[in-house]
C-alpha cells in the first residue's frame, strides 16, 4: 500500500516536471525546493520536539503577559489589549517558527571548503540556496507551524482574524519578511569569507534577531528613544510588521506604508547580497587544499 | 588558437596573502594591532597546452599548487596573473558557461547531496544541467552499467562505502557528457580492488569517448597505469612536462639495486656505475644506468667484494622514484645522471 502511494507521489512529481518542459530554469529551482523538503524527512524526531518546544515557548510567553497585564498599566501606553498582546505572542512564534531557515549552511561551507562544490556547478549559488531553504520552510510550515497553529487555536485564548484582507496582506508582509531574514542570514555567512571566527558575528545576529525582530517583545514597548533606530535595521520588518499586521495590530493602510519599505529593504539587501558575493569570490580561499 | 588544443594556460599565477601569527601571548596580542602578512605564490608562472583526448597526469608534492591550478581551471578561484582558457571559455570570467562543459571530481569531497539517495542526486544534476531526457537515459544506462550503480541508487549517500560513493561521483560528473574532466585524488582511500576499477573506467572514458582528463594524485600507479603525459610541478613551477613514454625512456632505462649493508652505511661513490638514490640507516638505493658501462653482474661482484652486503635485490624502476627524484633534484640533476 505504502509503496503504490509512494510510486503514485513519484508519477505526479514527473508529470509535474514534464509540464514544465521548456523552463528549465524554474524546474532547477524547484527541484532544489522539492529535494530539501525530502532531505528534512531524514530527521522527523527533530520535527516533534520541536513541535513541543514550540508550544512550550508560546506557553511561556503567554502567561508572562498576562501576568504583566495583570499587575501594570502597560496595556494603556502600547495600545494592546491583554487579548490582542496574548495573539501576538502566538503568532509572533507561528510566523517565526513558519520562517525557519538553514542559516549555518552557507557558512558551513564556507567554512569546510565545501563551497568548491557549489561553484563547480553551472548555478546561481544565492539562487539554489535560496530555493533550498524555501523547500526546508514548506517542511517546517507542515511538520511544526501547522500543528502548532491548531493546538493554540484549540487550547489557547487565540482566534484567527476574520477579514480576508489581513491573509492577503499577511502573504505579502511574509514573504518580504522570508527574503530580508534571508538575505540577513546571507550577509553574515559572507563575513565567513573574510574573517575565520565567525562565532561572535553569529551571536551578535542571533541578539539583534531576538531583541529588534519583534518575536518577543513588541516594537511599542520600546522606549520613544531607540524606536526610530530600529526603523532603519531591517529586523522588524521580519517579524514585527507580518504579525502585527495579521492580528490587525497594524491597521490597512499603515500596512501599505509598511510594505512599501519592506520593497526597500528587499531591493537594497538584494543588490548588497550581490556586491558582497562578487567580492567574496574573488577573495575565496578553499580550506584544506 | 589552434583548433586541437582544448586547455591553454599561459603564465598562469596565483598569489595568496598569509596573516603570520606572532608566537606567544604577547605575539598574539601584538597580531591584534598589526598584522603581519607575506604573499605566497602557490601557481608561478605556469604555462602549457593540453589537446583533445589527452590523459594528462598533473603531480607535486602537497602544496606544491595542483590543487590551485585545478580550481583555477574549474573556475572556483580567479588567477593573481596570466590566462587560462577552457574549452574557449575563460573559467574564471565565464564560471557557468565553464560549468557546463568540465566534470569535476575531488577525492575529498562529494558532489552528491548527503542525505538523498543517489538517483535523487542524479536527478537533480540532470536539472541543474538541462539534460534532455533521452539523453539523460541513455548516459545514465551507460554509467549505471560501467559503474554498477543499480544497487546504490536507492542508498541515501551518506549510506555508501568511499568506493561506492566514489563510483556515484564519478557517474555525477559525467552525467552532462563533459569534454573535460578533472579529477583531483579520485582514488584516495580507496581499496585495491576499487581503485583497480576506477582506473579501468577512467582509461575506457578516455580511450572510448574521447574525454579528455586532467588527473592530479598522489599514487604513482594511478599515474603510471593511466597517463599518456606527466606534468611536474614543484613548488609552483613545472618541472617536467612530456609524454609518459619519454620519461620512461629518458629515465628509468637501468635497474634499481636495493642494498642492505651489514652494519654500516660505506660512502660508494667510487663503485663503478652506480648512482646513489637514496641512503637510509645501513640501507642504500642505487641506480644503475647499464648504458655502455659495465655489465649488472660485474657491478654486483664487485658491490659484494668491495663492502659487505648482507642483502641485495634488483627493482624496475618505476615512474614513481623517477618523480621523487625530480622533486628532491630537479631535472637537471637527473639529466646529468643519465648522461653522467
Same mark, same amino acid.
Given at each position: ?186 550577509? $553574515? ?32 514597548? $520600546? ?37 512599501? $519599505? ?28 | ?340
Amino acid at each position: 500500500m505504502a509503496d503504490r502511494a509512494a510510486a503514485r507521489a513519484v508519477d505526479a512529481e514527473e508529470l509535474f516536471f514534464d509540464a514544465l518542459e521548456g523552463f528549465p530554469t524554474v524546474t532547477m529551482y524547484l527541484k532544489f525546493a522539492f529535494k530539501s523538503f525530502q532531505k528534512q524527512l531524514a530527521y522527523k524526531f527533530e520535527y516533534f520536539v520541536g513541535v513541543v518546544n514550540g508550544l512550550l515557548f508560546i506557553f511561556i510567553f503567554t502567561s508572562l503577559w498576562k501576568n504583566i497585564f495583570d499587575s501594570s498599566k502597560a496595556s494603556a501606553s502600547s495600545g494592546f489589549t491583554m487579548e490582542g498582546i496574548v495573539s501576538y505572542a502566538v503568532f509572533a512564534m507561528i510566523i517565526r517558527i513558519s520562517m525557519s531557515q538553514d542559516d549555518m549552511g552557507v557558512m558551513g561551507k564556507i567554512r569546510s571548503g565545501d563551497i568548491a562544490m557549489d561553484m563547480i556547478k553551472p548555478y546561481n549559488y544565492f539562487g539554489v540556496t535560496l530555493a533550498e531553504n524555501v523547500g526546508g520552510t514548506m517542511f517546517h510550515w507542515f511538520t511544526r507551524a501547522a500543528p502548532i497553529l491548531a493546538v493554540c487555536l484549540i487550547f489557547f485564548d487565540v482566534s484567527l482574524p476574520r477579514d480576508p484582507v489581513n491573509y492577503m496582506l499577511l502573504a505579502v508582509t511574509w514573504t518580504m519578511g522570508y527574503l530580508i531574514y534571508f538575505m540577513v542570514n546571507w550577509l $553574515f555567512a559572507m563575513i565567513a569569507f573574510w574573517v575565520i571566527e565567525t562565532f561572535s558575528f553569529q551571536l551578535m545576529k542571533y541578539g539583534m534577531f531576538t531583541l529588534f525582530s519583534g518575536g518577543i517583545i513588541p516594537l511599542d514597548f $520600546f522606549p520613544d528613544f531607540i524606536r526610530p533606530a530600529v526603523a532603519y535595521i531591517p529586523f522588524m520588518y521580519i517579524l514585527y510588521v507580518p504579525t502585527a499586521t495579521f492580528i490587525g495590530h497594524i491597521g490597512h493602510g499603515e500596512a501599505m506604508g509598511f510594505i512599501l $519599505f519592506q520593497g526597500a529593504w528587499v531591493a537594497a539587501l538584494g543588490l548588497v547580497s550581490a556586491l558582497v558575493w562578487k567580492a567574496a569570490q574573488k577573495k575565496l580561499i578553499i580550506q584544506g587544499g | 588558437m589552434n583548433d586541437d588544443v582544448l586547455i591553454r594556460c599561459q603564465d598562469l599565477r596565483r598569489e595568496f596573502t598569509v596573516a603570520e601569527g606572532r608566537a606567544g601571548l604577547l605575539g598574539s596580542i601584538k597580531s591584534l594591532f598589526s598584522t603581519k602578512s607575506s604573499v605566497i605564490r602557490a601557481v608561478d608562472d605556469v604555462s602549457f597546452d593540453i589537446r583533445a583526448g589527452e590523459f594528462v597526469g598533473y603531480v607535486g608534492e602537497n602544496g606544491a599548487g595542483k590543487s590551485t591550478t585545478i580550481k583555477m581551471l574549474t573556475g572556483i578561484l580567479t588567477p593573481t596573473g596570466g590566462r587560462a582558457v577552457v574549452n574557449g571559455t575563460v573559467p574564471y570570467l565565464e564560471r557557468v558557461k565553464n560549468a557546463f562543459n568540465i566534470g569535476v571530481v575531488f577525492g575529498q569531497r562529494s558532489q552528491l547531496w548527503w542525505d538523498l539517495p543517489v538517483a535523487d542526486s542524479l536527478d537533480l544534476l540532470r536539472a541543474i544541467y538541462r539534460v534532455p531526457p533521452a539523453r539523460y537515459r541513455q548516459n545514465l544506462a551507460e554509467l549505471s552499467k560501467w559503474l554498477e550503480l543499480g544497487p546504490l541508487m536507492k542508498m541515501p549517500v551518506r549510506k555508501l562505502s568511499l568506493g561506492q560513493r566514489m563510483r556515484a561521483d564519478l557517474a555525477a560528473s559525467l552525467l552532462h557528457g563533459p569534454k573535460v574532466m578533472f579529477l583531483d585524488e579520485p582514488t584516495i582511500g580507496l581499496d585495491i580492488i576499487a581503485k583497480d576499477n576506477v582506473r579501468r573506467f577512467l582509461k575506457k572514458i578516455n580511450k572510448e569517448q574521447g574525454v579528455t582528463i586532467i588527473l592530479t594524485t598522489h599514487d604513482m600507479d594511478d599515474i603510471e597505469a593511466l597517463c599518456d603525459r606527466i606534468i611536474i610541478i614543484d613548488k609552483g613551477k613545472i618541472a617536467w612536462d612530456g609524454a609518459t613514454n619519454r620519461l620512461k625512456s629518458q629515465h628509468m632505462n637501468g635497474k634499481i639495486l636495493e642494498v642492505e649493508f651489514h652494519d654500516y652505511n660505506p660512502d660508494i661513490s667510487g663503485a663503478i656505475g652506480l648512482t646513489e638514490m637514496k641512503t637510509e640507516a645501513n640501507k642504500k638505493w642505487l641506480r644503475y644506468q647499464g648504458d655502455g658501462g659495465a655489465a649488472l653482474n660485474d657491478v654486483i661482484s664487485a658491490l659484494f667484494r668491495d663492502y659487505c652486503v648482507k642483502d641485495l635485490s634488483i627493482h624496475e624502476p618505476k615512474v614513481g622514484d623517477v618523480v621523487k627524484a625530480i622533486y628532491e633534484h630537479g631535472v637537471d640533476h637527473m639529466e646529468a645522471a643519465d648522461h653522467g
